[in-house]
């Protein structure tokens, strides 16, 4: 079964950018390629602890930044880089009851 194929949760496809922090660290700039409700696939310049905690950012429009907590589910190479899925939490309530809607707004522009 394909990774899209278990997903419970739509994702929106494209190129958003992002930043990772790992507990100690500076925050790093990356791609989420597609975002979901409580998923995503970003592409990072290194591979990162399997199963770690770490803080992560979505500018998902100029006037919206969703922080969320995250851990590391999968790790891939793609040429010099890695695409690494999460399961994230953002840390407002109002930023993950305002996904749904976006993802889906996405998705049908994307259509």
Request: net charge neutral; proline share 6%.
């Amino acid at each position: 079964m394909t990774e899209s194929n278990r997903r419970i949760f739509p994702r929106a496809e494209g190129e958003y950018a992002a930043w990772f922090q790992l507990p100690g660290q500076s925050f790093e700039q990356c791609v989420a390629l597609d975002i979901g409700i409580d998923g995503a696939c970003l592409r990072v310049s290194r591979k990162l602890p399997v199963e770690a905690s770490f803080e992560v950012d979505f500018q998902l429009a100029p006037d919206w930044l969703v922080r969320a907590s995250a851990q590391v589910l999968w790790q891939k190479p793609e040429g010099e880089l890695i695409l690494t899925g999460i399961r994230y939490r953002p840390e407002r309530s109002a930023d993950r009851s305002l996904m749904g809607p976006w993802v889906h707004r996405q998705r049908k522009a994307q259509a």
